[in-house]
């Protein structure tokens, strides 16, 4: 526990530090490659839409001397683990004092036949002309459920693209928690299509459930981002660095958010896919568990790089990195570098009695190297002092020993610095 | 926001008031166990046969109609369903205690006209000349036709000066099938007929009884009567019944004329008290939209309502709103009314009222049912065991979740199991609330959305402990740093709630069904989180940093240099960059 909470100590002080904004063309690499095979998922084994989507058959046993619920949790059981096909996720209600209704997907002749012969074997009662009517059922999530649920999710976007712009006036960060809802969502539906779990009302609300929880925990990522950068032009970070420490320090809130978010879905989870069979709480399960995990995995990965990586080439973004470099070269110590310890290639910052004197905030230290982010210290003592600008032209050779000469200037500009 | 002397117990005490009103009105409910839905619990299921062969659209448009009838308060989620092109099937949540009613609600084509009224049954008018008709139904007699809350309660006695009405002004105005007049039938006409309608139609409705039910009858050569249901043509003329119940009850027959105003072109209905009336009615707005008019090319709704009541104005003749071929109410007119606003008044309780006015204003059925409608109970789709063991894994897991919070917050963690059951305990006495005053049924998606709840709702304690604990780590003393933390804590919450209520609010405006109980759902616990968070965990945990305990940095409180991580290598002075 000690160690977690120091982690935390060390994520926050930026001692150590997680690179998430680096390695741009590794993960955004990744991002594609988990969504191409979420698509390509679903391509090969295609959603399968259970009978609210795609209407069935419904078949009504009436069985003298009653049923009751009982009953009608064998016949489900029976039927699914009988193995017909279009009938592997059968819903079983009772109806009045004496039926049972049976709605599985559209059956053929034969599977028909198939659930009969189950029913008899229960209820040897029942006589199958008499007792048993078929009927096809419409489905109850037509094409204007979804046109209406289509139509409030793309208000709900809109919605949530404003509220971020506005909130964290930065449109880019709106961009940045779309491309990691449009993941979450994509890695979702995958995971579900590869499950091969039927496609109920209850999976699409878990899926909804996502849409939300998925931008939630980027705002809230985000959150802690726009409070390290707003006071960049004080300090001595770039805005890629505020940034990445940003996400250092909610890091533990995100595995604390994700361990106590998932833990209770994970355990209905569990219970309904291994203990009870089929049924829509494991398909809302499924879907709230990957989303979720998905949901925290991006607000941490993705969506801080996807930012960054957006402003990085704003002037002023730039500008500020040019002044962080500029700032931590003059504050950095030039004698750091004695060869004898190198402190951050055994990563050991619990070793006590390494007295570690650098300012607080040294460049982000990760095991990977990096160009432009040099792990030895030295370099950014290189070059310190005057720093002299670029030439505009070919400065012709002089008697001064090398060094260019001032340039005259007007009264109104000399003494400036 | 904050007062200068914090007082964290006197929040703690009112909030805790607070929930004990909210059990009370639970105890005062009655209900310990919320109403559950289909999936959970099952309900009724009424089964309609269409009568004819309707088209798919219309039998689709049927579905829709049904379907946001049932639906219209949203959160009891009944699902509507067709089958075979022919029936359909709606199963509403737990066992509905007035089935009639709700039957009516779902199989009332709800075709509503306005009729000017020509003759009235007992009255002294133009049809009263027919002679009495024979074989008159038992009636109570002595009741007033022309009932209503804005009108005179006198019987009609206005004889109309066509007391001996000649036969031969029916060539004029009166309707004719081939329909061969140019123009378009306006409101006049209507008003100049029902002053003297034509001898067809008187001769009709001296012919026609009304029975008990309203429905119309007639008696042949043997003395039986047999039905003789009227076809109710909005270009015809009707003959048409109202029954009353209650005192002054009794069955009225009217004569009508075609019909003015029609249903499809209200804008809104709603059900009401009028003021300083006890009795509910349905108020109707009349829109004034020339395309939905009736007959086309004729003036609005609006219009036309203006053009009858300044006409009918004292004059004490009456005009019907008829639904489905049965006289609602026949009000007269005391002044003109221009702005399109009408109520029907009668005999409604609010559930009647409520499901006309629900009717009306989702439209009408472009189809009718036949008269038997099956109608029986039907068990829950999802099997008792799967909703036990999903609540047991459920519990298990949120066991699980305080354990760990236990144990990485100590002391603080006992403010978040603390925060969890309050949540619960809120979570559940809104919900066993609303299932009682709203008819919020708990179903399989509403579950999912608690069940992300109880993520958001950790979230919001983890985000306020970290921050702490970032605080104390720039070196703030524990009763500053639940102070500070807690200023940011609150913004981060506000922004993520807000996604949460956009979604929640979203969906339940725009979806149907299932997804609009999740949306519900999600919405009331982000609600209820907040309130938790603000008004109970920042208080309690403000209340807990003046004891010693807590604030000296106690290896138990969660909050001592070791678990801060502070007691590793030798601290280094606070840093100015980036979040001081």
């Not at chain 1, 890695?187 to 496609?199: C, D, H, K, M, N």
């Not at chain 2, 003329?237 to 119940?245: G, I, Q, S």
């Not at chain 2, 029609?262 to 059900?271: F, H, I, N, R, V």
């Not at chain 2, 309502?305 to 026949?330: C, H, K, M, P, Y």
Request: aromatic share 6%.
């Amino acid at each position: 526990m000690g160690k977690m909470s120091r982690l935390g100590n060390d994520l926050y002080n930026g001692e150590k530090s997680i690179d998430f904004m680096g390695h741009r063309a590794l993960w955004y690499g990744f991002t594609l490659l988990l969504v191409g095979l979420a698509i390509t998922a679903v391509i090969v084994k295609p959603l399968n839409f259970g009978v609210e989507f795609r209407g069935g058959t419904e078949q009504r046993v009436t069985v003298e001397g009653g049923v009751d619920q009982a009953d009608a949790d064998d016949l489900r059981e029976a039927i699914a683990d009988a193995g017909i096909e279009n009938a592997e996720n059968p819903s079983v209600t009772t109806a009045g004092p004496d039926s049972l209704v049976l709605t599985t997907e559209t059956l053929s002749e034969t599977s028909e036949t198939e659930t009969e012969a189950v029913i008899l074997e229960m209820f040897p009662s029942v006589d199958p002309t008499e007792d048993i009517s078929v009927q096809e059922v419409g489905p109850s999530w037509g094409q204007e459920v979804a046109e209406r649920a289509l139509i409030g999710i793309a208000v709900f976007l809109v919605l949530v693209i404003l509220f971020i712009w506005f909130y964290f006036r930065e449109w880019k960060m709106s961009v940045a928690a779309m491309v990691a809802l449009t993941h979450d969502l994509a890695v979702t539906i995958g995971i579900y299509a590869l499950s091969g779990f039927q496609v109920t009302p209850a999976a699409v609300t878990g899926l909804l459930a996502i849409l939300g929880f998925s931008l939630y925990d980027t705002v809230v990522v985000f959150d802690k981002i726009k409070e390290n950068t707003t006071t960049l032009r004080k300090s001595t970070e770039s805005y890629h660095d505020a940034a990445n420490l940003a996400v250092n320090q909610t890091l533990v809130r995100s595995i604390n958010t994700s361990i106590v978010a998932l833990i209770p879905i994970g355990a209905i989870l569990y219970v309904s896919a291994v203990q009870l069979g089929a049924s829509s709480l494991q398909d809302l399960a499924l879907a709230q568990f990957v989303g979720m995990a998905a949901g925290v995995y991006s607000s941490v990965m993705l969506a801080p790089r996807v930012l960054v990586h957006l402003k990085s080439s704003e002037t002023e973004v730039v500008e500020q990195a040019r002044r962080a470099r500029a700032r931590k070269r003059a504050l950095a110590d030039k004698y750091a570098s004695v060869p004898a310890v190198r402190g951050n290639v055994a990563d050991t910052p619990d070793t006590p009695g390494v007295v570690d004197d650098r300012p607080a905030r040294p460049a982000p230290v990760d095991v990977d190297e990096e160009p432009g982010e040099p792990a030895r210290p030295s370099e950014e003592a290189l070059g310190k002092g005057r720093v002299a600008p670029t030439a505009q032209r070919k400065v012709a050779p002089s008697s001064s020993s090398g060094r260019q000469q001032p340039v005259r200037q007007a009264r109104s500009k000399r003494g400036k610095k | 926001m904050a007062p200068r002397r914090l007082r964290p117990g006197r929040t703690l005490i009112a909030f805790f008031v607070g929930v004990g009103v909210l059990f009370g009105l639970v105890a005062i409910a009655g209900t310990w166990k919320p109403s559950l839905g289909l999936d959970l619990q099952g309900g009724l299921r009424i089964t309609m046969t269409a009568t004819g062969d309707p088209s798919d659209e219309n039998f689709e448009e049927a579905r829709r109609i049904i379907d946001q009838r049932v639906n219209a308060s949203g959160i009891s989620e009944a699902e509507v369903t067709a089958q075979s092109g022919q029936y359909i099937v709606v199963e509403i949540p737990g066992s509905t205690e007035n089935r009639r009613e709700t039957e009516e609600l779902v199989r009332r084509q709800a075709q509503l006209r306005f009729r000017l009224v020509a003759c009235v049954e007992g009255a002294q008018d133009p049809c009263a000349t027919g002679g009495l008709p024979l074989g008159r139904a038992p009636l109570a007699l002595d009741h007033k036709p022309g009932h209503q809350g804005t009108a005179n309660d006198e019987p009609t006695d206005t004889a109309s000066p066509t007391d001996t009405a000649s036969p031969t002004e029916t060539g004029t105005d009166a309707p004719e099938e081939d329909g061969g007049d140019a123009g378009v039938r306006t409101a006049e006409d209507e008003i100049a007929w029902s002053a003297a309608p034509d001898q067809e139609s008187i001769a009709l409705f001296n012919e026609l009884q009304c029975n008990e039910d309203g429905a119309t009858v007639r008696t042949n050569r043997q003395g039986e009567t047999v039905p003789a249901p009227q076809e109710d043509d909005p270009d015809q003329p009707l003959v048409a019944c109202e029954v009353r119940e209650g005192e002054g009850g009794g069955v009225t027959k009217y004569l009508l004329s075609r019909s003015v105003i029609e249903g499809t072109e209200l804008d809104d209905a709603s059900a009401g008290i009028p003021q300083g009336e006890v009795d509910w009615a349905v108020f109707l707005e009349l829109g004034n939209n020339k395309e939905k008019a009736h007959p086309e090319g004729s003036t609005g709704a609006e219009d036309d309502f203006e053009t009858i009541s300044s006409q009918l104005a004292g004059t004490g003749r009456q005009f019907a709103i008829v639904l489905d071929g049965q006289v609602l109410s026949a009000p007269e007119m005391n002044d003109p009314i221009l702005d399109g606003r009408s109520q029907i008044t009668g005999n409604f309780d609010e559930d009647s009222a409520a499901n006309l006015a629900n009717s009306l204003k989702f439209g009408a059925l472009p189809i009718s049912f036949e008269e038997d409608v099956t109608t029986e109970d039907v068990g829950p789709s999802l099997a008792g065991d799967q909703l036990s063991a999903g609540l047991t894994a459920g519990a298990i897991g949120l066991g699980l979740v305080m354990l760990y919070c236990l144990l990485y917050y100590r002391g603080l963690g006992l403010v978040v199991v603390g925060s969890l059951f309050v949540a619960a305990g809120v979570t559940y006495g809104t919900v066993l609330l609303l299932s009682e005053a709203a008819g919020f049924t708990l179903t399989l998606p509403g579950i999912a959305g608690f069940i992300i709840a109880v993520g958001i709702t950790a979230d919001s304690f983890v985000i306020y402990f970290e921050r702490i604990r970032d605080e104390m780590r720039e070196g703030k003393s524990m009763r500053v740093a639940v102070e500070t933390g807690w200023a940011r804590a609150r913004v981060t919450r506000f922004a993520a709630n807000t996604v949460n209520l956009l979604a929640a609010l979203i969906l339940y405006v725009f979806a149907t069904g299932a997804v609009k109980g999740f949306g519900f759902a999600l919405g009331l616990s982000t609600l209820i989180d907040l309130a938790v968070l603000f008004w109970f965990t920042k208080p309690l945990v403000s209340w807990l940093a003046q004891f010693k305990a807590f604030n000296s940095g106690h290896r138990l409180s969660g909050l001592s240099r070791e678990t801060l991580g502070l007691d590793g290598p030798p601290a280094r002075p606070a840093t100015a960059g980036g979040n001081a």
